[in-house]
């Protein structure tokens, strides 16, 4: 692609690096940009300037956040003896979409994946162990996506927490395996949660 101006270059190229913009898609979207009113421009570059700078995650799910304590976490009546294990923060927004949830979320961050080379250790475990230990959780819900690295995190934490008496239960697989959280309607998520199953039963032993 041949440019006229270096800064048109820039900016085409700094866009085409989002997933799923090739370069012609970035170049209608700059463009765009340049026919919108300047502010336009500069409100969305500030967003994002002040998305990345001031962001943070919560000190005790793990989950985006703009204070040490995420909204979900703060919120008054929720069950805090109830906790349910995602991969990360697109699983909390499409659990929370389906309304039927009402304990907290632990985020991990991803999942134990060998071949990406991302451990138990890359991962917010430990943090999610020591809540366990604390005493004051009654109940665990994996909501994994049901994949072998999913399978695999599932288990490593379930090992880690056998020992201390409380409730495990998996999301019911209503959503079929492979699938990933975030795809699945809120109606079917909704369901799997409220008629979740014991971790044991899930597992082929
Ligand atoms: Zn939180």
């Not at 500069?42 to 985006?64: G, P, W, Y």
């Not at 703009?66 to 703060?74: H, K, P, S």
């Not at 917010?124 to 959780?137: A, D, F, P, Y």
């Amino acid at each position: 692609m041949e440019f006229s101006s270096k800064l048109l270059e820039r900016a085409v190229n700094e866009m085409s690096q989002l997933p799923g913009i090739g370069k012609r898609t970035a170049l209608r979207l700059v463009l765009h940009m340049l026919r919108q009113p300047k502010e336009q421009t500069i409100a969305l570059s500030e967003a994002l300037q002040t998305m990345r700078n001031d962001v943070k995650f919560c000190k005790s799910c793990h989950n985006i956040s703009d204070q040490d304590l995420c909204e979900i976490c703060t919120t008054p009546n929720r069950d805090l003896s109830v906790i349910c294990i995602v991969e990360d923060i697109k699983d909390v927004m499409a659990i929370e979409n389906t309304s039927s949830f009402k304990g907290l979320y632990h985020v991990l961050g991803g999942k134990i994946s060998p071949m990406d080379g991302i451990g138990p250790h890359d991962l917010n475990i430990e943090s999610l162990v020591k809540k366990v230990k604390e005493g004051t959780i009654k109940e665990l819900i994996f909501a994994l996506s049901s994949t072998m690295e999913g399978d695999t995190t599932n288990f490593y934490i379930y090992k880690q927490i056998k020992e201390y008496q409380i409730l495990t239960s998996t999301i019911a697989r209503g959503i079929s395996v492979g699938d990933e959280l975030e795809y699945a309607d809120e109606i079917t998520l909704g369901r799997s949660i409220v008629d979740r199953v014991p971790f044991e039963s899930s597992l082929k032993l």
